[in-house]
């Protein structure tokens, strides 16, 4: 089954204890990417991977980081977690044409963060 | 920088209504443009993906309608059922920002009665 997995799903830490974000998918897939959801602000993208050892920054990347050694495997990083990095977080990945139209973008089940 | 608006935020309708979603963007230079459903507790789930040449696509009870010149889309769906309530996103990915991929708006909160 053509899916994303993310690990683990619920997970409550202290400020300052790093922590990461497994995502992994099974289609092949060139882009990968991160994104947090918060209530009134909608889903913002945090990171982005188009290839394997190929990533850059979306819109609210402080404070996390990310790594493509694997085209299946994008983990997220938190290496000092804070309160406002308490959220709900989503890993995505679809085909990649720079011109393209069709990539349908696939979602994870979501990672809830509470960090206190 | 583009914007995404989606209108209503909220509706609660009863059985069997037909109803209509809509999202408004702001930089019509966009590759595509995709509906997705969200469950509580869950991820997303594509329900349909427009692309920027294309008018409306089509699946099951579902119908989504692209006005690129104008910003709009529509999502329409005949014949609500008590399993159609959800949160419906819309996203669009743009034609010039190569790596920020999509773009959301807030949702719109769906709840059929029944």
């Known amino acids: 089954e053509a899916q994303v997995t993310q690990n683990p799903r619920y997970l409550i830490t202290v400020t300052g204890k790093k922590l990461t974000v497994t995502c992994s998918q099974n289609m092949n897939h060139e882009y990968m990417s991160w994104y947090r959801q918060d209530p009134g602000l909608g889903l913002r993208q945090i990171y982005y991977?188009?290839?394997?050892?190929?990533?850059d920054k979306g819109d609210v990347p402080e404070g996390y980081k990310v790594s493509r050694k694997e085209k299946r495997n994008f983990p997220l990083i938190l290496e000092s977690p804070s309160p406002n990095q308490t959220s709900l977080y989503f890993c995505?990945?679809?085909?990649?044409?720079?011109?393209?139209?069709?990539?349908?973008?696939?979602f994870g089940p979501g990672t809830r963060l509470l960090v206190l | 920088k583009q914007e995404v608006t989606q209108i209503p935020a909220a509706l609660s309708v009863p059985e069997g209504e037909n109803l209509v979603l809509n999202c408004s963007f702001t930089?019509?230079?966009?590759?595509?443009l995709q509906w997705f459903r969200q469950d509580p507790g869950k991820g997303l789930t594509s329900l349909l993906l427009?692309?920027?040449?294309?008018r409306e696509q089509t699946s099951g009870r579902l119908n989504a309608s692209l006005d690129k010149s104008s910003g709009r889309s529509t999502l329409y769906i005949a014949a609500s059922q008590p399993g159609d309530s959800a949160t419906y996103l819309c996203a669009v990915r743009g034609a010039y920002n190569a790596g920020n991929m999509l773009t959301f708006g807030g949702g719109t909160r769906l709840m059929v009665k029944p």
């Open positions: 991977s188009m290839n394997v050892e190929v990533t």
């Open positions: 427009i692309q920027s040449s294309q």
């Open positions: 995505a990945s679809s085909l990649w044409k720079l011109a393209g139209g069709r990539e349908t973008q696939y």
């Open positions: 930089d019509s230079a966009i590759y595509n």
